[in-house]
């Protein structure tokens, strides 16, 4: 319910579905593919897709046979000739499936021919742990995909980037994996203007602080928020960084902030080993070095499959008490 | 296999043209390599010319083909100027894809040739959106989608036909079964007799044809194109030929019996074609200027590869993304 006197607020599903719907409305090349996708199976599982097939028909908005593979080359084959395929994979763990689809072909082509041929698709795919869904339903894998030359990877934050960044990811000429969050589906923010548009490549800073730079994306947003509440209440104010595109991320305004605050925590809810916060965290040494007042610090979630039980899932799990250690931790 | 008449002269004139440009154009990668001149890796076609001629004889120039690793045959036959392709097979900056696809990864979107994947199997679905993208355009076209009877063991082939046929998508699945994936023998591999079986089982139209007989293969062929074009759904072609010179150059066929390999041999479908030409009374000296043009075009085609380019180290960090990646 909006009043005269707050911003009207939506859930994350809703932008996402106002940002396809937009697309398909702009381009007649956008198409839909993915598992029940369509209304006549209910507009998608967590209803992302719903009522875009009542409005552009199931030509546009199709749903597919629970085939990952098939899936995602429909969507690199389509592409390929101008087309501009959105395939949901349902869940970001399904896209194991599909990885060769993905790195071998989506990724690949446009080098391999020499730029004859591009494949502007997107894959949205819905994870992260936290209400139970255990180690094949939840897992956090952008660091694989960012891994690889040619695609670009991206999560949302909150509603209205989530509508910006949709929009452009799908009008991006390069493939791109847009990560979304199932516990958020149903998390509010204030509404996008129709025409918002967030580019690609470029972070944003959602809290500007002067002590230490908090870089996230996705999830770990919220957690960053929660935490430099409490490091304020302690006399620290942190900055946090919202990278919004993983890869290729955004060096300059994270180089700038750490600059600034000469103290950085990456913060993600993927496994702390091998992320892409050891990468991040590397490449501020690397540019930052004898600015620095410590050494990066980083969190992310422990070196195990998302556990099911909710005692084990939440030790597993990273949370703001964590990003609050390691911070005060550099900062001495 | 069916009993097909046999097609008309001009088809197997075209045909065999296509075919013995592919026949000499592996002989020349085959001694090239052998001679150090090219340090390539090679799939050799010999032997599989005219399941590939036949099939691109009865498509259009701007149908669409994916084909794969060993996919010469199907590059040639589709249209390819054999200097691009030559000079791309070579590594240099004149090629196809500037050398930055190589043997395995042939694009050339003016011949409909839209992708060449060196992971088996992989093809077929993107055959599919190649299709699906035709569908929706109403455009017409056919997409052609190449692999051997070893994909058909990969999961990929039957999402693929599976999809193929509930979307009635516009496409050919030619399977060019030469009885050997990689090392392994069809029977120590593949648990139905036939690939045709497999395509049935997915509800698709299906058929086995002798491969090598270019009037077979060409009926096939051309009812398939018609049957896709006529919006009625995919086919799935199992063309029956067979590979002389082992999975990839070097390989020496010990694990073919040799019976089997004398037989193949004898069966070799280039002199009979050329045979079946003769006996259409095309003259001697008619097929022999067909064979020195093509033997003029691949040694042209040969020494632009050699002479051309490599292309600038730099180009690596080009046509990653669509913008130049920074050093």
């Given at each position: 319910?909006?009043?005269?006197?707050?911003?009207?607020?939506?859930?994350?599903?809703?932008?996402?579905?106002?940002?396809?719907?937009?697309?398909?409305?702009?381009?007649?090349?956008?198409?839909?593919?993915?598992?029940?996708?369509?209304?006549?199976?209910?507009?998608?599982?967590?209803?992302?897709?719903?009522?875009?097939?009542?409005?552009?028909?199931?030509?546009?908005?199709?749903?597919?046979?629970?085939?990952?593979?098939?899936?995602?080359?429909?969507?690199?084959?389509?592409?390929?000739?101008?087309?501009?395929?959105?395939?949901?994979?349902?869940?970001?763990?399904?896209?194991?499936?599909?990885?060769?689809?993905?790195?071998?072909?989506?990724?690949?082509?446009?080098?391999?021919?020499?730029?004859?041929?591009?494949?502007?698709?997107?894959?949205?795919?819905?994870?992260?742990?936290?209400?139970?869904?255990?180690?094949?339903?939840?897992?956090?894998?952008?660091?694989?995909?960012?891994?690889?030359?040619?695609?670009?990877?991206?999560?949302?934050?909150?509603?209205?980037?989530?509508?910006?960044?949709?929009?452009?990811?799908?009008?991006?000429?390069?493939?791109?994996?847009?990560?979304?969050?199932?516990?958020?589906?149903?998390?509010?923010?204030?509404?996008?203007?129709?025409?918002?548009?967030?580019?690609?490549?470029?972070?944003?800073?959602?809290?500007?602080?002067?002590?230490?730079?908090?870089?996230?994306?996705?999830?770990?947003?919220?957690?960053?928020?929660?935490?430099?509440?409490?490091?304020?209440?302690?006399?620290?104010?942190?900055?946090?960084?919202?990278?919004?595109?993983?890869?290729?991320?955004?060096?300059?305004?994270?180089?700038?902030?750490?600059?600034?605050?000469?103290?950085?925590?990456?913060?993600?809810?993927?496994?702390?080993?091998?992320?892409?916060?050891?990468?991040?965290?590397?490449?501020?040494?690397?540019?930052?070095?004898?600015?620095?007042?410590?050494?990066?610090?980083?969190?992310?979630?422990?070196?195990?499959?998302?556990?099911?039980?909710?005692?084990?899932?939440?030790?597993?799990?990273?949370?703001?008490?964590?990003?609050?250690?390691?911070?005060?931790?550099?900062?001495? | 296999?069916?009993?097909?008449?046999?097609?008309?002269?001009?088809?197997?004139?075209?045909?065999?043209?296509?075919?013995?440009?592919?026949?000499?154009?592996?002989?020349?990668?085959?001694?090239?390599?052998?001679?150090?001149?090219?340090?390539?890796?090679?799939?050799?076609?010999?032997?599989?010319?005219?399941?590939?001629?036949?099939?691109?004889?009865?498509?259009?120039?701007?149908?669409?083909?994916?084909?794969?690793?060993?996919?010469?045959?199907?590059?040639?036959?589709?249209?390819?100027?054999?200097?691009?392709?030559?000079?791309?097979?070579?590594?240099?900056?004149?090629?196809?894809?500037?050398?930055?696809?190589?043997?395995?990864?042939?694009?050339?979107?003016?011949?409909?040739?839209?992708?060449?994947?060196?992971?088996?199997?992989?093809?077929?679905?993107?055959?599919?959106?190649?299709?699906?993208?035709?569908?929706?355009?109403?455009?017409?076209?056919?997409?052609?989608?190449?692999?051997?009877?070893?994909?058909?063991?990969?999961?990929?082939?039957?999402?693929?036909?599976?999809?193929?046929?509930?979307?009635?998508?516009?496409?050919?699945?030619?399977?060019?079964?030469?009885?050997?994936?990689?090392?392994?023998?069809?029977?120590?591999?593949?648990?139905?007799?036939?690939?045709?079986?497999?395509?049935?089982?997915?509800?698709?139209?299906?058929?086995?044809?002798?491969?090598n007989d270019a009037s077979e293969m060409y009926a096939a062929a051309k009812e398939a194109v018609e049957f896709a074009r006529a919006g009625s759904g995919p086919t799935l072609i199992e063309a029956m030929t067979f590979r002389y010179h082992g999975h990839l150059l070097g390989d020496t066929s010990h694990y073919i019996p040799e019976a089997e390999m004398e037989q193949a041999k004898k069966d070799d479908p280039m002199p009979i074609l050329r045979q079946q030409l003769l006996d259409l009374q095309i003259s001697e000296a008619d097929i022999a200027a067909i064979e020195k043009k093509n033997a003029?075009?691949?040694?042209?085609?040969?020494?632009?590869?050699?002479?051309?380019?490599?292309?600038?180290?730099?180009?690596?960090?080009?046509?990653?993304?669509?913008?130049?990646?920074?050093?």
């Amino acid at each position: 319910m909006s009043d005269d006197n707050k911003p009207e607020e939506i859930m994350f599903a809703q932008a996402l579905n106002m940002a396809m719907n937009k697309a398909m409305a702009d381009d007649p090349k956008v198409i839909l593919l993915g598992e029940d996708i369509a209304d006549k199976q209910g507009g998608g599982v967590f209803k992302v897709t719903a009522g875009l097939s009542a409005q552009y028909g199931t030509e546009r908005v199709r749903s597919t046979p629970i085939s990952e593979q098939a899936i995602v080359g429909a969507a690199v084959g389509s592409a390929l000739v101008g087309y501009k395929p959105v395939a949901e994979i349902m869940l970001m763990n399904f896209i194991t499936v599909a990885m060769d689809q993905l790195v071998n072909h989506a990724a690949k082509l446009r080098f391999m021919s020499g730029g004859q041929t591009s494949v502007p698709l997107t894959i949205r795919t819905t994870t992260g742990a936290g209400t139970g869904l255990g180690g094949q339903h939840s897992d956090m894998l952008e660091a694989w995909l960012a891994h690889v030359p040619g695609l670009k990877v991206v999560a949302a934050s909150n509603p209205a980037d989530a509508y910006g960044l949709l929009y452009s990811s799908i009008m991006d000429d390069n493939p791109v994996v847009f990560i979304e969050n199932t516990p958020g589906y149903f998390v509010k923010g204030p509404a996008p203007a129709p025409d918002h548009t967030v580019p690609l490549g470029k972070a944003s800073v959602p809290r500007e602080g002067t002590d230490i730079s908090l870089i996230t994306y996705g999830s770990g947003v919220s957690r960053c928020h929660a935490a430099a509440e409490k490091l304020a209440a302690d006399g620290v104010s942190a900055e946090i960084v919202d990278l919004r595109t993983i890869a290729p991320w955004d060096e300059e305004t994270v180089f700038t902030s750490v600059a600034k605050t000469k103290a950085a925590v990456v913060v993600h809810e993927a496994v702390k080993s091998f992320g892409t916060g050891a990468e991040i965290s590397s490449r501020i040494h690397e540019e930052l070095f004898s600015d620095l007042k410590a050494a990066v610090g980083r969190v992310g979630s422990g070196y195990a499959p998302v556990p099911f039980s909710p005692t084990i899932e939440k030790a597993w799990m990273f949370n703001d008490d964590d990003v609050v250690r390691e911070a005060k931790k550099i900062l001495g | 296999m069916a009993n097909t008449d046999m097609a008309d002269k001009d088809v197997l004139t075209d045909i065999f043209t296509r075919a013995d440009l592919i026949m000499q154009s592996d002989i020349k990668f085959r001694q090239m390599i052998g001679a150090g001149q090219l340090q390539i890796v090679y799939y050799p076609v010999r032997g599989q010319e005219v399941v590939s001629a036949a099939m691109m004889a009865a498509v259009n120039q701007d149908d669409y083909l994916v084909t794969i690793y060993r996919g010469l045959h199907d590059q040639l036959a589709k249209g390819i100027p054999s200097k691009d392709l030559w000079a791309e097979f070579a590594g240099k900056v004149t090629g196809t894809c500037k050398g930055k696809g190589g043997p395995m990864h042939i694009t050339h979107p003016e011949t409909g040739v839209m992708v060449t994947t060196g992971i088996v199997g992989s093809g077929l679905p993107i055959a599919n959106g190649l299709a699906l993208a035709s569908q929706l355009e109403k455009d017409g076209k056919v997409t052609v989608c190449c692999f051997g009877d070893g994909a058909t063991n990969i999961g990929a082939f039957h999402e693929a036909l599976n999809m193929a046929q509930i979307w009635k998508l516009p496409v050919i699945f030619l399977c060019q079964n030469n009885l050997y994936g990689e090392h392994t023998a069809m029977a120590e591999s593949t648990s139905s007799e036939t690939i045709k079986q497999r395509g049935e089982g997915l509800g698709v139209r299906s058929v086995r044809v002798n491969g090598n007989d270019a009037s077979e293969m060409y009926a096939a062929a051309k009812e398939a194109v018609e049957f896709a074009r006529a919006g009625s759904g995919p086919t799935l072609i199992e063309a029956m030929t067979f590979r002389y010179h082992g999975h990839l150059l070097g390989d020496t066929s010990h694990y073919i019996p040799e019976a089997e390999m004398e037989q193949a041999k004898k069966d070799d479908p280039m002199p009979i074609l050329r045979q079946q030409l003769l006996d259409l009374q095309i003259s001697e000296a008619d097929i022999a200027a067909i064979e020195k043009k093509n033997a003029d075009i691949i040694e042209e085609a040969s020494q632009f590869a050699l002479d051309s380019d490599y292309p600038p180290g730099e180009e690596y960090r080009i046509d990653v993304l669509d913008v130049e990646i920074a050093a």
